[in-house]
Nanobody, 121 residues
């Protein structure tokens, strides 16, 4: 079974940094795209960042571009989200996801359990 296990969430002050990790098992990690999403209470889940397996192409939501970095270590089957210059509006449950690439789109088929990130002001 494909399993995604996250870690690294917590409480941080505005302007601080956190690094989230997601370890993938049950799937050939290097063959799939990896991404991060987040969801705040009462809001829809939103895309944060994605790392395509081919071409070393990363994509970011405008709200986090320049502050967050997604990167992956294929040898460790792990994807990371480095979050810098955190803002209170970044507070949410963060989910990692694994997906299939089709043309220029990704179909996300497996998700992690979510980890809480809280940014205090």
């Amino acid at each position: 079974q494909v399993q995604l296990v996250e870690s690294g969430g917590g409480l941080v002050q505005a302007g601080g940094s956190l690094r989230l990790s997601c370890i993938v098992s049950g799937r050939t990690f290097s063959s799939y795209a990896m991404g991060w999403f987040r969801q705040a209470p009462g809001k829809e889940r939103e895309f944060v960042a994605a790392a395509w397996w081919g071409g070393s192409i990363n994509h970011y939501a405008a709200s986090v571009k320049g502050r967050f970095t997604i990167f992956r270590d294929n040898a460790k089957n792990t994807v990371y989200l480095q979050m810098n210059s955190l803002k209170p509006e970044d507070t949410a449950v963060y989910y990692c996801a694994s997906g299939l690439e089709s043309e220029s789109r990704i179909s996300w088929d497996y998700w992690g359990q979510g980890t809480q990130v809280t940014v205090s002001s």
